[in-house]
T-cell receptor, first 112, second 113 residues
Framework: SQQGEEDPQALSIQEGENATMNCSYKTSINNLQWYRQNSGRGLVHLILIRSNEREKHSGRLRVTLDTSKKSSSLLITASRAADTASYFCATDEGQAGTALIFGKGTTLSVSS | DSGVTQTPKHLITATGQRVTLRCSPRSGDLSVYWYQQSLDQGLQFLIQYYNGEERAKGNILERFSAQQFPDLHSELNLSSLELGDSALYFC????????????FGPGTRLTVT
């Protein structure tokens, strides 16, 4: 079952622009994570934000979390061609169970 | 490089066959997770092991099974393969059994013909 749903499904921007991706989820969570996947490759962990946090930064990445709206956003500033990838949000459904439930992802294309 | 290794990288087999996918977690990680990624279903959690014991189960078919060995490596066994089992299979590991980032291996691409 899909917990997170990313929006938009696809995003095309120019190098130097900012890219914003959104994620909505359905149940309460302990934390929300963002991952990147280059075509056909393994997923790379980007950032984890806990349910009691509202914003987190890592380099050019900024993640926000609004638990009242059950939504999160990932902002990539000053995008580069190397940022071209699919981005997934994943949640833990707030249970003792530890499975990550992934959304379908946003495909980001950054052209130079 | 995440530190998680998976073998083989590619696997082509026929319907009805059985295959075994292998995963070695990052050094020190006790949890191993298996995921299936296909175009129509996206990334689906299959099963998790923590320190040798099954911890959580997801959308894993009865034809599939897994185990984690004392050295913490894990194997995913897929039997009576069907065309629809063609997918990327990822293994991930984490230190603890919950609340942590997961580190993904490069995946095994399974093609069932």
């Amino acid at each position: 079952s899909q917990q997170g749903e990313e929006d938009p499904q696809a995003l095309s921007i120019q190098e130097g622009e900012n890219a914003t991706m959104n994620c909505s989820y359905k149940t309460s969570i302990n934390n929300l994570q963002w991952y990147r996947q280059n075509s056909g490759r393994g997923l790379v962990h980007l950032i984890l934000i806990r349910s009691n946090e509202r914003e987190k930064h890592s380099g050019r990445l900024r993640v926000t979390l609004d638990t009242s709206k059950k939504s999160s956003s990932l902002l990539i500033t000053a995008s580069r061609a190397a940022d071209t990838a699919s981005y997934f949000c994943a949640t833990d459904e707030g249970q003792a169970g530890t499975a990550l439930i992934f959304g379908k992802g946003t495909t980001l294309s950054v052209s130079s | 490089d995440s530190g998680v290794t998976q073998t083989p990288k590619h696997l082509i087999t026929a319907t009805g066959q059985r295959v075994t996918l292998r995963c070695s977690p990052r050094s020190g990680d006790l949890s191993v997770y298996w995921y299936q990624q296909s175009l129509d279903q996206g990334l689906q959690f299959l099963i998790q092991y923590y320190n040798g014991e099954e911890r959580a189960k997801g959308n894993i078919l009865e034809r599939f099974s897994a185990q984690q060995f004392p050295d913490l490596h894990s194997e995913l066994n897929l039997s009576s393969l069907e065309l629809g089992d063609s997918a990327l299979y990822f293994c991930a590991s984490s230190v603890w059994y919950s609340g942590n980032e997961q580190y993904f291996g490069p995946g095994t691409r399974l093609t069932v013909t």
